[in-house]
């Protein structure tokens, strides 16, 4: 927006005259990659007749009459991290145990849920607005429930 209101005020003005014609693009997708939009619309034949000097992106917005300039972005390093085992049952211990079964707290990550979905899997430069984890915890009957709830929500037997 900050980009049209800096070429009605240009226009409005009188005084200034562009040496090159302005372009102003709308192209969807750009938070998932573009493939739909601008990345289909710069290998066109109209784009190329465009003879583009230079682009701006939409920048970022601003409160009041000041806006931030940039001439570089970062670069973007999407990270994945992958766990792989073998999967078991909330009330299996996995070896290497020092104790018995009847005498451990478990706790299970068994889900996370997050992320913003897209065609190809996840969109990488968006944080969700919501984000979940599931556990199974399993009490030996010689522990307190009570010490595990002072501190957190209600445990429920779901």
């Keep these: 927006m900050q980009y049209l209101e800096t070429i009605r005020n240009l226009k409005l003005t009188k005084k200034f005259q562009p040496i090159r014609t302005i372009h102003v693009s709308y192209v969807p997708d750009e938070e998932i990659g573009a493939a739909d939009g601008m990345a289909k619309f710069v290998e066109s034949k109209e784009f190329r007749e465009l003879s583009v000097g230079f682009v701006m992106d939409e920048g970022q917005a601003s409160t009041n009459d000041d806006f931030r300039v940039f001439y570089a972005d970062r670069a ?3 990270l994945k991290i992958k766990a792989v085992g073998v999967p078991g049952h909330g009330s299996r211990i996995f070896d290497n145990r020092k104790a018995a079964n009847s005498k451990v707290i478990s706790v299970n990550p068994v889900y996370l849920k997050a992320g913003t979905p897209s065609p190809t899997g996840f969109v990488m430069n968006m944080q969700p607005s919501e984000a ?24 429920r037997g779901t």
Excluded: M
């Design 76 to 78: 973007p390093w999407n």
């Design 132 to 155: 979940e984890a599931g556990f199974n915890i399993r009490l030996p009957p010689t522990a307190d429930p009570d010490l595990l709830q002072k501190n957190g929500p209600p445990l």
